[in-house]
């Protein structure tokens, strides 16, 4: 038996179109257009093509998109200045400050310099707290993804047995608040986890973010399980001169064999992260304006 392919470009889409509705709403109602700001340090080749891509869709959504692209030497100092007018500039409800920042530069500094109320990545101290604790925040982009994913293959996760493989603070952990909230009994694995083979065979849900190109084998999955594949693997062509290939954490070809469910790589995960930023920017802005919230687009 073959695996449903989970279609997570055409379900972003779908969010996206709701985020454009809420966005004409929006500006139609209160005249107010959501505004997201995207700060690249560095010319990082992949990171270009994600700010890119983010801007793009913004623009789409009707949203006003501001572009801050800085030299690799930017100071802490400058960035933490730019922080400061982006924070107090009314145009402005999302601010993304694209990761990994070159190594001079404090991550966790830069990130909790960012006004949490405009954190739509939720990588904030506070909204991670708030998160953990189960208080209303902004959610990271990649896990609301996935439990949106989920929440419409499964319905109502309760009992479940959710695995998730990789314990950072931008997919994981706050992965794993999601599934706890949604009543999943959840276990964390990581690279220290002993026997992970047998503990991801027990999972009805695999959520796999250790980006470690097609570590997840096939014998690894639970018959009729849903797999989550977030890993986004850049390899270099098989033939001479083509195009890198994108591949994801999970043995794709042997895990479909044995999945219930499974998201490909591209085309899974990846759109679902975009669609949720553009979310959390049109919920940040009705919030920062005290304004009712587009319920349909919050967990
Ligand atoms: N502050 C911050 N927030 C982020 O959300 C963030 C970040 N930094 N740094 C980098 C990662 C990576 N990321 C992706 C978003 C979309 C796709 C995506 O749309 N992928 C397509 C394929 C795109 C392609 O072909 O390269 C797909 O999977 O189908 C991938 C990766 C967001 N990130």
Not at 163 to 169: A, F, I, Y
Not at 206 to 214: E, H, I, N, S
Request: glycine share 10%.
């Amino acid at each position: 038996m073959s695996a449903d392919i989970i279609d997570g470009k055409a379900f972003a889409a779908s969010i996206r179109d709701r985020v454009a509705a809420a966005t004409g709403n929006l500006k139609e109602e209160f005249g107010l257009t959501p505004g997201l700001a995207v700060v690249l340090v560095g010319e990082d080749p992949a990171s270009q093509v994600y700010t890119r891509s983010k801007e793009r869709m913004a623009t789409a959504a009707g949203m006003a998109s501001f572009e801050h692209r800085l030299a690799e030497e930017t100071t802490e100092r400058e960035l933490l200045g730019l922080i400061d007018n982006l924070n107090a500039d009314p145009e402005v409800h999302g601010i993304l400050v694209q990761l990994p920042l070159p190594p001079h530069l404090d991550s966790a500094l830069v990130i909790n310099a960012i006004d949490p109320n405009k954190d739509v990545d939720g990588f904030h101290i506070s909204n991670a707290g708030r998160l953990a604790t189960g208080q209303t925040s902004m959610v990271p982009c990649t896990p609301l993804g996935c439990l949106l994913l989920l929440k419409d293959r499964i319905g109502d996760l309760s009992g479940k047995h959710a695995v998730v493989v990789g314990r950072s603070n931008i997919v994981g952990k706050p992965m794993a608040s999601l599934l706890l909230g949604a009543n999943a009994t959840v276990s964390i694995a990581h690279s220290r986890t002993a026997d992970l083979a047998g503990l991801c065979r027990q999972a009805d849900i695999l959520v796999a973010a250790v980006g470690r190109p097609g570590m997840i084998e096939g014998d690894w999955i639970k018959p009729g399980a849903t797999v989550i594949d977030v890993g986004i693997n850049r390899l270099p062509s098989e033939t001479e001169g083509g195009k890198d290939r994108l591949v994801g954490d999970v043995d794709f070809a042997a895990a479909k064999e044995v999945a219930g469910a499974i998201t490909p790589v591209p085309g899974g995960v990846g759109p679902m992260t975009i669609a949720c930023l553009l979310a959390n920017t049109v919920v940040a802005a009705a919030r920062i304006n005290g304004l009712p919230e587009p319920d349909e687009l919050t967990v």
